[in-house]
T-cell receptor, first 109, second 114 residues
Framework: KQEVTQIPAALSVPEGENLVLNCSFT??????LQWFRQDPGKGLTSLLL?????REQTSGRLNASLDKSSGRSTLYIAASQPGDSATYLC????????FGDGTTLTVKP | GAVVSQHPSRVICKSGTSVKIECRSL??????MFWYRQFPKQSLMLMAT?????????EQGVEKDKFLINHASLTLSTLTVTSAHPEDSSFYIC??????????FGQGTRLTVV
């Protein structure tokens, strides 16, 4: 059974800092991995999708990497802003998607 | 990008009544949609996989007679919470994969049973 772990559970940083969120998974037989953000009381917004054959994806200030063999993915956020405050979830797709518990990020002005 | 619309966003109902939640893929066809439940400060729990034109596949521990799923067309799946009770109060979210295999989520429905 796939297990997905996200570390840290919560993170608070001052505005402007670069930061890394971590996602690890136990079964490397995956199709893809996807990062989402969720604002309180809202649905999930897709940030980046990395296919199993890819190593990384970039969108603006976000960069996600995937190391399938070691079961790890990171989400790098550059020059963080207060608007980045949200919960970030990773989802590992092996037919069904398994979600981590998320990292709640607070960026202080 | 692919858009999934979920309605209603909030609903309050009396105990014992039924509530229907709709999930639509607006600009793509979805033969499969997913229904999740999310408790406060917790991650998403997959309840069932909705299959167009056939029966939904429920996860272990999810009562299929309690949570009725219908996927009558390639763009619409519905979840009906039957005989709702206060313990059914939760945040329900649907999703569907687009042609690029990306999961796209609806806005979620906050159900409160009083």
């Amino acid at each position: 059974k796939q297990e997905v772990t996200q570390i840290p559970a919560a993170l608070s940083v001052p505005e402007g800092e670069n930061l890394v969120l971590n996602c690890s998974f136990t079964d490397s037989a995956i199709y893809n991995l996807q990062w989402f953000r969720q604002d309180p009381g809202k649905g999930l917004t897709s940030l980046l999708l990395i296919q199993s054959s890819q190593r990384e994806q970039t969108s603006g200030r976000l960069n996600a990497s995937l190391d399938k063999s070691s079961g790890r993915s990171t989400l790098y956020i550059a020059a963080s802003q207060p608007g980045d405050s949200a919960t970030y979830l990773c989802a590992v797709n092996a037919g069904k998607s398994t979600f981590g518990d998320g990292t709640t990020l607070t960026v202080k002005p | 990008g692919a858009v999934v619309s979920q309605h209603p966003s909030r609903v309050i109902c009396k105990s014992g009544t039924s509530v229907k939640i709709e999930c639509r893929s607006l600009d793509f066809q979805a033969t499969t949609m997913f229904w999740y439940r999310q408790f406060p400060k917790q991650s998403l729990m997959l309840m069932a996989t909705s299959n167009e034109g056939s029966k939904a596949t429920y996860e272990q521990g999810v009562e299929k007679d309690k949570f009725l799923i219908n996927h009558a067309s390639l763009t619409l799946s519905t979840l009906t919470v039957t005989s709702a009770h206060p313990e059914d109060s939760s945040f329900y979210i649907c999703s569907a994969r687009d042609l690029g295999d990306s999961l796209n989520f609806g806005q979620g429905t906050r159900l409160t049973v009083v």
